[in-house]
């Protein structure tokens, strides 16, 4: 079975399957290997402006263009099953991806620090880094917003993040809840919008 997946760019998405492959998207994003991604049944998408999405079939995509991606597939393998595993330690940050910000939980390893200089390091040679709980928003149209279980972000595309808890801090810390509040309110945001998938 294909795995469908939205690739989010500077002013568009696109919206398509993964041909049936034993890669994770995940995989398939950090392979160095493909510059590109390959997609079948593909759409695209105004990121800024309503409409339907233009249907162009199969398209190759510059993985250096994409600023997340949103795979909608369960884990071929779950977790700790999966060979490798690697305990991670949780914290929920805010992150700036082009025209987009990500309130979500980063995974770090158990026992990295979790700082501003860690995300910018590319120590593992991911070039995509998985965030779990994510709301997005988009600056430009306040009455735009998505919630997804996964996202996918491009480690070379993010402008700037800020840690706002570790999710054990979160439930314990009453300032920690406060802080996330408060970049919600930051960023107002109405209805879902043009909530895909």
């Known amino acids: 079975m294909d795995t469908v997946i939205e690739l989010y760019c500077r002013d568009q998405i696109i919206r398509g399957e993964l041909p049936n492959d034993r890669d994770r998207p995940l995989d398939l994003l950090n392979s160095t290997l493909q510059r590109v991604l390959l ?15 233009m249907a162009v079939g199969a398209a190759r995509v510059q993985k250096e ?6 795979p909608y597939d369960a884990p071929k393998t779950p977790g700790k099953f999966r060979g490798g595993w690697v305990d991670k330690k949780p914290v929920r940050v805010v992150v700036g991806v082009g025209p987009l910000t990500v309130t979500g939980t980063l995974h770090f390893g158990k026992w990295d620090e979790s700082t501003l200089e860690m995300l910018g390091r590319d120590d593992d040679g991911r070039s995509f880094l998985p965030a779990t709980e994510a709301s997005i928003t988009l600056l430009y149209r306040a009455d735009w917003s998505i919630v997804r279980p ?8 993010i402008e700037y993040w800020s840690p706002l808890s570790t999710v054990s801090e979160r439930s314990l810390n009453p300032e920690a809840v406060a802080l ?4 919600r309110r ?10 895909t998938g």
């Open 186 to 195: 930051f960023r107002p945001v109405g209805p879902s919008a043009r909530a």
């Open 39 to 53: 997609l079948q049944n593909a759409s695209v998408l105004s990121l800024y402006h309503d409409g339907e999405p």
């Open 65 to 70: 263009q994409i600023l997340l991606a949103i």
């Open 180 to 183: 996330e509040e408060f970049y």
């Open 150 to 157: 996964t996202v996918l972000l491009s480690r070379a595309a």
